[in-house]
């Protein structure tokens, strides 16, 4: 093999690890718009004519998906995470199609309870303009659990003063540089801050 053979193929291959970067952190941003409430980034997750189907009755445009997402969420939930987990992805050449597995947790708003919904985003996504976006969103429902959650108002957790995400910008993952000398209000489960003994 020459040496430009093995640059050449030295060059796809790398094309190829930052297709598939890019390809998961715009899935991943997408997730963490969802969490966060970030309206401007979830929206960057998708073409401008792309599409969202969240069950047949919830075919939504990609740029609106924030408003029913974080509509959704807050009548739904007073927290809600959503993980990435497992994740393949085809690439041929300006189209990917991915296949990741995503766990939803989601705190009732009562409190109490939590419900755990696990399924699949199933994205075509388009390099346009040297940019990966989600051209194509279709979400599987495989797996859905109720769980008691009472246990987050125990006095044990709250007394620990752990930290919980806020739903805005004034979360500490947005905070440059983070330090300890900032939290904003709401950002501790409520309780005195000391362990009992």
Known sequence: MSTEERLAALEAKMQDINDRQEILACIVRNARGCDRHDSQMLSSSYHADGIDEHGLANIIAGPEYCEWANEVHTKGSLQNM???????????????????????????????????????????????????????????VEVIMKADASIIKSDYVLDM?????????????????????????????????????
């Open 82 to 140: 959503h993980h990435i987990t497992t994740h393949s992805c085809e690439i041929d050449g300006d189209v990917a199609h991915a296949d990741s597995y995503v766990i939803g947790l989601f705190l009732n708003p009562d409190g109490e309870a939590a419900r755990l919904l696990a399924g699949r985003y199933l994205d075509r996504l388009e390099r346009r303009n040297g940019e990966w976006k989600i051209a194509l969103r279709r979400c599987t």
């Open 161 to 197: 003063g752990f930290l919980k995400g806020l739903r805005d910008k004034q979360d500490i993952s947005y905070q440059r540089p983070m330090s300890l000398d900032e939290t904003p209000p709401g950002h501790r489960w409520e309780g005195t801050g000391k362990t009992k003994s």
